[in-house]
């Protein structure tokens, strides 16, 4: 097949979003299926970029501008949008995928209803929930409104939705959304997730080798909550004083977290590392944590912690939207609640026992199994070719 997929968001803008649609598209092209993606042009040499550095698929970049209150995006320009839609409409497509809901959404829309093209829209992102993180001028209650008006129109606009969990289901429901659609997370290429030496990343920062330590990876912005798990770390540093807290990541919340250390005079006790390469450091920073943390309630995916599972990190978190998806019936994670109290207890449990981290991080590999890309995406596989038979159909009626 033929398969179009359209984002406002990708590589080198590094969040779950870019992480997904790389995933879905390497897999599909492993699959003999021609794949090719429409994201912004962030600068630099992204808009060279004509292939994602394997030759497993195609990027087409489009001209785009800085978003004044959120400067790491980018939107796409309209008449570059335009000349992209019209380059595009040449070509012949099986199924256009869209990923999320502006620019990309408008155009893959109008591209579909012009060709008579199925569409397909994954639902990555809880708007409800970050809107008043990235529009605070917005009144609360107005905010929620217009993102659930938006969510119904968007979803409405297309013929299926993939939905990362039953719990998202549930909330697109509650808005009153009727169209069809499947559930199914991305999940992870396992053989990108294996190896990784947290000793090394240990001796490359300076941290000895029986210093308890914890990872995160996140992208720093409000709703990942990890100024609560800077709490934690306050609360757990009388029992652990060589505690240290790792975070993987950039992003908007950055200066504050680093204040908020400060505040609870834990500066000492956390490390900023930025994005680390995804084949090689990163894995070396999941390896040096004795256990990941994590506790962002508003993921659809929770994409880091079948990482984790993968690599063998025991891992605490809260269990929540997509996290408590991944979450259910695994044998690699102590799940804890949203309380500082409660949390920093699990998180003690399992630094103080080297016999629970051995059996947590042996259970993760199996975990992460259920999880593997190129099993998931033989359903999206399944579900392209039923779409784009049934519009084949209509079409000779």
């Known amino acids: 097949m033929n398969l179009l997929m359209l984002s406002d968001v990708y590589f080198p803008r590094v969040n779950g979003v870019s992480t997904s649609i790389r995933t879905f598209a390497r897999s599909l092209a492993r699959m003999g299926h021609a794949v090719t993606i429409v994201a912004p042009d962030y600068g630099d040499d992204s808009g060279q970029e004509q292939h994602d550095g394997h030759g497993e698929f195609e990027v087409l970049r489009v001209p ?43 155009m893959g829309v109008q591209l579909a209803r012009e060709m008579g093209v199925p569409t397909v829209e994954t639902y990555h992102t809880y708007f409800e929930e970050y809107v008043g993180h990235y529009l605070p001028w917005l009144p609360t ?37 009727d169209t069809p659609h499947t559930v199914l997370p991305t999940g992870i290429d396992l053989a990108e997730f294996q190896g990784g030496d947290g000793a090394r990343f240990r001796e490359r920062h300076g941290i000895a080798g029986d210093v308890p330590t914890l990872v995160t990876v996140s992208r720093l912005s409000l709703e990942k909550n990890i100024g609560f798990l800077l709490r934690i770390v306050q609360r757990l540093v009388g029992e652990f ?15 504050r977290l680093r204040r908020l250390a400060g505040e609870l005079r834990i500066e000492a ?29 508003t993921e659809t995916q929770g994409l880091v912690l079948i990482e984790a599972m993968a690599l063998g990190v025991p891992i605490v978190s809260t269990a929540v939207m997509g996290t408590a998806t991944v979450l259910r019936d695994t044998h690699s994670a102590v799940i804890a609640q949203e309380d500082v109290e409660a949390f920093a207890a699990q998180v003690a449990q399992v630094l103080r026992s080297p016999e629970l981290r051995a059996r947590l991080s042996a259970a ?28 084949a159909e209509l079409a000779t009626t």
């Not at 939705?161 to 959304?177: F, K």
């Not at 006790?269 to 040096?288: C, E, H, S």
């Not at 199994?369 to 392209?384: A, F, G, I, N, P």
């Open 241 to 255: 004083p060589d505690l240290l807290f790792l975070i993987a990541g950039e992003g908007p919340d950055e200066a």
């Open 364 to 391: 993760g590999p199996n975990d992460a199994r259920r999880w593997s890309s190129d099993t998931l995406m033989r359903q999206v596989e399944s579900l392209y070719g039923s779409l784009a038979q049934q519009r």
């Open 64 to 106: 785009a501008r800085v978003i004044f209150f959120d400067p790491e995006d980018r939107l796409m320009r309209a008449d570059a949008a335009r000349a992209m839609r019209d380059a595009l409409g040449l070509r012949e497509w099986d199924v256009i995928h869209i990923h999320t809901p502006f620019r990309a959404h408008a």
């Open 269 to 297: 006790n956390v490390r900023f590392f930025g994005n680390l390469d995804r084949r090689t450091t990163l894995l070396d920073a999941y390896k040096a944590g004795d256990a990941f943390v994590f506790a962002s309630p």
């Open 141 to 177: 209650a107005l905010g929620r409104f217009v993102a659930r008006a938006a969510s119904r129109r968007l979803c409405h606009g297309v013929d299926h939705l993939i939905v990362p969990s039953a719990q998202m289901v549930e909330v697109l429901q509650r808005y009153g959304i």
